[in-house]
């Protein structure tokens, strides 16, 4: 009979110390070669013109952006607008951003709700007349070329006339 030896190891435990000291030496190589290549290096010669500062450069524009020319006629009166949206509400009328909103509330400009579209032929409109007012309103918003005619000749484009009011009242 044999007696057991309770300090004795066996040979699996020693193949598991071993296996666990190979996969901790690779883990540290692996991140001493790849993690090494993850950290920028600096430049060794900083030439004073390469530098740039932030005050450079422009500012992005926050709000729409675009020129449209508004001729409005009603009976014996007419007047011409002219709006210029550079993005910024801090300087752009307040018509900049209504106009800005409307759009985007229609879905944007390739949207059929947007508020320069032409009414579709298809629509059926009711033929009671709002009033001799018509707005010719040419230009372009946020890159897009606008030119359309809105009248106040049937319910449709009176809807029209009443979405595009920033632009068919006096500007302030």
């Not at 007696?3 to 435990?13: A, G, Q, V, Y």
């Not at 309103?137 to 606008?146: A, P, Q, R």
């Amino acid at each position: 009979m044999s007696k057991l030896n309770p300090h004795r190891r066996s040979p699996r435990s020693a193949g598991i110390a071993l296996l666990a000291s190979l996969c901790g030496a690779g883990a540290v190589g692996y991140l001493l070669v790849v993690g090494t290549s993850l950290v920028p290096l600096a430049p060794e010669h900083a030439v004073e013109s390469e530098v740039s500062t932030v005050s450079e450069l422009s500012p992005v524009p926050v709000g729409p952006v675009g020129r449209i020319q508004v001729h409005v006629t009603d009976r014996a009166q007419a007047y011409v607008q002219n709006l210029t949206c550079e993005g910024s509400s801090e300087t752009d009328p307040a018509a900049c951003a209504r106009l800005g909103d409307l759009i985007q509330d229609a879905g944007g400009e390739d949207s059929s709700s947007n508020p320069f579209a032409e009414v579709s032929e298809d629509a059926v409109c009711t033929d009671k007349e709002y009033g001799p007012q018509e707005a010719l309103i040419t230009g372009v918003w946020d890159g897009v070329e606008i030119e359309t005619t809105v009248k106040r000749t049937d319910s449709c484009e009176e809807a029209r006339w009443e979405r595009l009011r920033p632009l068919t009242e006096p500007l302030a």
